[in-house]
């Protein structure tokens, strides 16, 4: 029997047994490192790193990142609307004798918008004017009367005076004193009542006015006509229709400019001022548009604690309809930032979200940040000092108060 062959084979499986199984023994026998110290990443877990502390440094890599100004923006999401919009409504009841306007008719200020049958509305105006001209002539015979009873009243005045020096010289009798003082009395009744009557013929004329108002009114009213430029949104009133008050006529809205309408959390609205520019991409292929902040509610809405924001943004071709989806982005004073990738970002162990960094003693520690914006490049956040060595590769491995050997990123590309 053959011995060598056996102990070659034995050799073997042993040789492959302590590479296999026990590699790290092996390679310490021969004097290298593990290859978890070549790549802790790979072999070092977070909740090893307090006892990896106490024997070697964990390798990660660091980037040196300082802080940028930049214009931070507020997102939202929200909607076009019409900057105005009515509803014509009859206010007196009437056949329509006009042709009706399609929907999508451009309308401009002051266009009829539907016409209304007369009836007698023109002959009650006629029969107004006329009472009206008939209480006017009463008003000169009503001052005649009262200037005449004012004369009366003066001669009284006078005989009754005459009389009662007479009486006091014993030339009258106290009949005659008493007849003169009732002449007086009976001529200031008289007065009294041509004022009354002066009184009454004034106020039919104001009646009469009343009444004719009321007659041009109604005459007016069955022209009804837009109060601004715009879109037709709906057909006007079919000719031959009856429209009752209150009855639509039509609808106009007003797109140029169109409103963007959206509501900010109540943690942003201190970073929007009124007057701030604004973009908006639109859905559907609608594009981005530009446009200002015109208003910011004072009174947030009591179920989802927002405020409503509006944004007016020229639409000189109409091309922006009302109810489109928009993503709004509302310029806010800049802040100082930080470009860090995407992947550096980490929780720690109450969930919050932040970077890790390394100190000038190559001692971990951890920053809560503050997404403001995200790129193609990156994330800029805010929350870290002016200068900081952020751990880009290996912070999964790493806790707060841990001790590092960084390698500087340049030096991996």
Not at 188 to 207: C, F, K, N, P
């Amino acid at each position: 029997m053959r011995i060598f062959p056996v102990l070659a084979a034995t050799a073997l499986a042993v040789i492959l047994y302590m590479a296999v199984i026990e590699r790290p023994t092996l390679m310490a026998l021969i004097g290298s490192a593990p290859e978890a110290e070549e790549n802790p990443e790979a072999e070092v877990k977070p909740e090893d790193g307090a006892a990896l502390a106490g024997k070697k440094k964990v390798k990660v890599v660091v980037k040196t990142l300082s802080a940028e100004q930049i214009d931070s923006a507020v997102v939202l999401r929200g909607q076009t609307a019409a900057a105005r919009q009515v509803e014509l409504r009859a206010e007196t009841t009437a056949v329509v004798v006009s042709e009706p306007l399609r929907k999508g008719t451009h309308i401009s200020e002051g266009q009829t918008m539907c016409r209304l049958e007369e009836g007698t509305r023109q002959s009650a105006l006629a029969q107004a004017r006329a009472e009206l001209a008939e209480a006017e002539s009463r008003v000169p015979e009503s001052e005649a009367r009262v200037e005449e009873a004012k004369a009366l009243l003066a001669e009284a005045k006078i005989n009754q005076n005459a009389s009662a020096r007479l009486n006091e010289d014993g030339f009258a009798s106290t009949t005659q004193l008493a007849s003169s003082d009732a002449a007086v009395a009976a001529a200031e009744a008289s007065v009294s009542s041509a004022q009354s009557g002066l009184r009454a013929a004034r106020s039919g004329i104001e009646a009469a006015t009343a009444a004719v108002a009321v007659a041009q009114a109604e005459l007016e009213h069955l022209v009804i006509k837009a109060p601004f430029s715009g879109l037709l949104e709906s057909d006007t009133a079919e000719l031959g229709s009856l429209l009752q008050a209150g009855a639509l006529c039509g609808t106009i809205i007003q797109l140029d400019p169109v409103k963007l309408v959206g509501f900010l959390p109540e943690t942003e609205v201190n970073r929007v001022r009124v007057g701030a520019m604004a973009r908006a991409r639109l859905a559907a292929g609608g594009g981005e548009v530009i446009g200002a902040v015109t208003f910011i509610s004072r009174s947030a809405d009591p179920e989802t604690r927002t405020f409503l924001t509006e944004i007016n943004v020229p639409n000189p071709e109409l091309k922006i309809r009302d109810g489109q989806t928009a993503e709004i982005l509302i310029s806010s004073d800049g802040a100082m930032a930080h470009l860090v990738p995407q992947s550096s970002l980490t929780l720690n162990a109450d969930g919050t979200l932040g970077l890790r960094v390394v100190t000038p003693d190559n001692i971990v520690d951890f920053y809560p940040v503050e997404i403001i914006r995200d790129t193609a490049d990156g994330i800029w956040v805010t929350g870290l000092p002016e200068t900081a060595d952020v751990i880009v590769v290996g912070q999964e491995y790493v806790i707060k108060g841990v001790e590092v050997a960084p390698t500087p990123w340049e030096v991996t590309q």
